[in-house]
């Protein structure tokens, strides 16, 4: 009988990689990463190799920590999202919003810990995240986007600055958001180089510990730890795979078990057959985990959104299952790139704007409530980021590509009920913008992800690593975790 392949090890993983490079071997390392993203490739009804049913995890241990990416793909409009309502603020937004604008009365009053003299509110379609605020639980950061250096207006006129790549392209931006290097051409994610860092805090590396709910991104990209995807309701399957040995699908199944166990001389066969075992072990375990009962009794919003999100605290409970002590997680909901049909004519709370936030308000206080039943609140962070915020200016019925935008923070763990950083000054044409209300940012994606990275268990010393131009900025933490 031949032997099973041997475990795909790093340094195989590292001698392919060069190989492939050597060759030309493009179709190879794209199937190779595609099943590394795959992760899991059996039917849902897999069980344990022993025949169990793995049970649904115990308690999380007391140094556990995740870290939840939302990404809102397109470009949210964060200048409806706070908003002021005190007279001279909203006399400004009123001027350069124009058709966009919320009435005064629209927006939900929060009272910031932190006084700039203005009142504001949050959308009239977030009331569950206004609740939170006013729990403690919910925070925003104020004008936040891509920079190389701090950056002001003079500056970027007279472009005495390098400024981030490709200003106001998705593609680009989205990159750059997720890498946090806006002036290098892509490597790696700073999620992917937090899991780098923060891997030896795992004890068994079966799941990785990046996982996206939402297909491949650049956050997650890796040196060593390569991210994992499912789908929104649990482990991707192979279609027409089944442990059921008795039906034909068992049957290919066990043709397929048995090749991939066969003795190669080839390395690259080899390569490949050791990585989709590996997939196909980690489905099983992962489908066994996620097809045991629900482990909390929130019910979720049944949006792409909240059923990422379900999932994600469903990965959660299993940890101690997967001995992970930290997870690195990355959810996704598109549809804000909004030119146009933003908002309704003659009611600005309503369009299609205001269903996203919908959307993201309820998955997100449904996500918060299963977190505290997991008794996990204070160890669960979940953060927003975006390709960029929106022009102030209306160009009609939509908005157009920005710059600076306000982000959404929430957990046990954060210092809710305040907004962190500046709000920029609201004057079409003013100090804080360049043309059309496109805010240049007053903080930098690196000091926000710092913060988080700090958080997560990353020293002052190894800052560096994760993001590598933390040292042009003067606030690597910005406060807002405890």
């Known amino acids: 009988m031949n032997p099973k392949n041997p475990p795909f090890d790093p340094a195989r993983r590292k001698f392919l990689g060069a190989c492939c490079a050597a060759v030309g071997a493009t179709g190879m390392l794209s199937a190779l990463a595609q099943l590394r993203l795959m992760g899991a490739v059996a039917s849902a009804d897999n069980v344990l190799p022993d025949g169990g049913i793995p049970a649904t995890g115990g308690a999380l241990p007391s140094d556990f920590k995740a870290l939840v990416c939302l990404f809102l793909a397109g470009g949210n409009d964060a200048n409806n ?21 919320l009435s005064q009365s629209a927006p939900l009053a929060i009272s910031p810990k932190t006084s700039d003299g203005h009142a504001y509110g949050l959308h009239p379609a977030m009331p569950e995240l206004q609740s939170l605020f006013s729990q403690g639980k919910f925070a925003l950061l104020a004008n936040v986007g891509t920079l190389c250096v701090p950056t002001n207006k003079t500056q970027y006129n007279a472009k005495s600055v390098p400024l981030p790549s490709q200003l106001f392209s998705h593609n680009d931006q989205q990159v750059e958001w997720q890498s946090s290097v806006p002036d290098k051409p892509f490597s790696t994610g700073w999620g992917g180089r937090l899991a780098d860092l923060t891997n030896a805090f795992n004890t068994n590396n079966s799941i990785s510990m990046s996982i996206s709910l939402n297909g491949q991104n650049s956050f997650q990209v890796g040196n060593s730890v390569a991210q994992y995807s499912v789908n929104p309701t649990g482990a991707i399957s192979l279609t027409g795979s089944s442990s059921v040995l008795t039906t034909a699908a068992g049957v290919r199944t066990k043709a397929q078990n048995d090749i991939l166990a066969l003795q190669n001389n080839n390395l690259f066969e080899t390569a490949f057959a050791g990585e989709t075992a590996g997939s196909i072990a980690d489905s099983a375990l992962l489908s066994g985990i996620l097809s045991a009962n629900q482990p909390f009794t929130t019910v979720f919003p049944t949006s792409s959104l909240g059923q990422q999100l379900r999932t994600i605290a469903r990965l959660i409970a299993a940890a101690p ?34 269903n996203l936030l919908t959307d993201v308000s309820r998955s997100l206080a449904a996500f918060y409530s299963a977190t505290k039943e997991l008794a996990a609140e204070n160890q669960v962070t979940t953060f927003t980021a975006s390709d960029f915020g929106r022009t102030f200016t209306t160009n009609g019925d939509g908005s157009d590509h920005g710059w600076g935008s306000h982000h959404l923070l929430m957990g046990g763990a954060v210092k809710g009920g305040d907004i962190y950083g500046r709000m920029p000054d609201w004057t079409v044409k003013g100090p804080d913008d360049t043309g059309s209300g496109r805010w240049i940012p007053t903080t930098s994606v690196d000091e926000y992800s710092a913060t988080l990275a700090s958080w997560f268990g990353v020293s002052a010393t190894n800052l560096p690593v994760v993001l590598p131009n933390i040292g042009r900025f003067a606030k690597p933490n910005l406060g807002f975790l405890g």
Not at 81 to 101: C, E, H, K, N, Q
Not at 322 to 351: C, E, M, P, Y
């Open 81 to 101: 999202l706070v908003v002021p309502i005190d007279a001279s603020g909203y006399a400004s937004y009123l001027t350069g919003r124009g058709a966009l604008a």
């Open 321 to 354: 299952q997967l001995g992970l002590k930290r997870q690195v997680f990355f959810a996704r909901i598109g549809g804000w790139d909004l030119h146009d049909q933003q908002v309704t004519a003659g009611n600005t709370s309503t369009g299609a704007h205001a």
